[in-house]
């Protein structure tokens, strides 16, 4: 796998609702921090999202874990796309310490462009292709 340059990283808040008895952050957590990753990307990369008509909607994905979460303000997700298709792209995604960088776990996600008033995946705008493209350089495929 080529290695990604990372442009895009946000710190996320551990709650209190996060741990589960063995002591650590429940695996189940880590898509809620992708989640919120991946908005924050594409408000920061693609000005004005309108998420009343657009969407991106998860095909696929698989996530690796590397290292428990054992600790609560030293943790950040970082998301790039990595791959830009038609009406698809791939992120890939890492939970890590900020702090030592140690990577927690890491996912990549197919993900669609879908219009909520069409009610179906349509083309990725123009306009995304364009700041994504910008934003990630040579890191797309």
């Given at each position: 796998m080529k290695e990604i340059q990372f442009h895009h990283s946000l710190p996320v808040q551990i709650r209190w609702k996060d741990w589960d008895r063995f002591g650590h952050v429940n695996n189940a957590t880590y898509f809620e921090f992708y989640d919120t990753g991946k908005v924050d990307y594409f408000e920061t990369v693609c000005n004005g999202v309108d998420w009343n008509k657009s969407a991106i909607m998860i095909v696929h994905g698989e996530c690796d874990f590397m290292s428990q979460i054992k600790e609560f303000n030293?943790?950040?997700?970082?998301?790039?796309v990595t791959k830009l298709g038609h009406k698809s792209f791939t992120l890939c995604q890492e939970v890590?310490?900020?702090?030592?960088?140690?990577?927690?776990?890491?996912?990549?996600?197919?993900?669609?462009?879908?219009?909520?008033?069409?009610?179906?995946?349509?083309?990725v705008p123009d306009s995304w292709r364009e700041a994504i493209t910008a934003f990630e350089g040579d890191n797309l495929e």
């Open positions: 030293n943790i950040s997700v970082r998301t790039a890590y310490n900020h702090r030592n960088n140690e990577l927690k776990a890491r996912c990549t996600s197919v993900m669609v462009y879908y219009n909520h008033e069409t009610n179906q995946a349509e083309p």
